[in-house]
């Protein structure tokens, strides 16, 4: 009975440990931490879209990879196969049911969406105005609000735990909310380089700037 209760209080006091770890930082200092240190990141995501009523419109999951600056891969596997492929300098969209590709300058495509957030090509601060989210939930979460007034989401909010971004919730212009929650996270991995290669499948349609499809099949 007594080793029991001795292992029940080391228990405890190390779950307490960790908590008090966690709980020193703020949501602004794990972001800032994750733009600072994170170069690579691999994550499955379950995405969930809802409505300005909070139902629940449409539902997918898949997995994501990170390669900061300015590269990232999307591989959508449910409830349609999807890929989006940003290589630094172009962002692919490949549809694989309607055997569609789109494609289009990065720059261009990624001005005022998150996804430069995560991408690392901007400090949050610059574009954002930062505040933390009191939260009863065991992770620190901040609040995202764009400085810019005509851009096309409200605000993002991102939430970590003690293993990194867990959570991404994006409100845009319309009320609708679209939530990304990551698993089995791994920060920093080894990444292959022609994971952020994209080549459109023989036989799909390509769609964008002739002169970007031209480069992207001649590299």
Not at 83 to 111: H, K, M
């Amino acid at each position: 009975m007594i080793k029991l209760m001795t292992r029940s209080l080391f228990a405890g006091l190390a779950l307490t440990w960790s908590f008090s770890v966690i709980a020193t930082e703020s949501g602004i200092e794990k972001l800032n931490h994750f733009v600072q240190t994170v170069a690579t990141f691999q994550a499955d995501f379950n995405q969930t879209v809802f409505d300005p009523n909070g139902q629940v419109m449409e539902e997918a999951n898949g997995t994501f990879a990170l390669d900061r600056p300015g590269r990232f891969r999307w591989d959508y596997q449910d409830p349609y196969p999807q890929q989006i492929v940003a290589d630094g300098q172009r962002i692919w969209f490949y549809d694989v049911d309607l055997e569609q590709v789109t494609v289009n300058s990065q720059l261009e495509a990624l001005a005022d969406t998150p996804a430069t957030l995560l991408s690392g090509e901007t400090k949050p601060e610059d574009k954002y105005l930062l505040t933390d989210i009191p939260s009863d939930d065991g992770m620190l979460w901040v609040d995202l609000v764009p400085k810019e007034l005509e851009s096309s989401f409200q605000k993002i909010m991102l939430a970590f735990d003690e293993k990194g971004l867990r959570q991404m919730i994006m409100k845009d212009s319309f009320d609708q909310q679209t939530r990304l929650v990551f698993n089995n996270v791994v920060e920093n991995p080894k990444l292959a380089d022609d994971l952020f290669v994209f080549t459109p499948p023989e036989g799909v349609d390509v769609v964008g700037e002739t002169e970007l499809n031209l480069n992207a099949v001649e590299q």
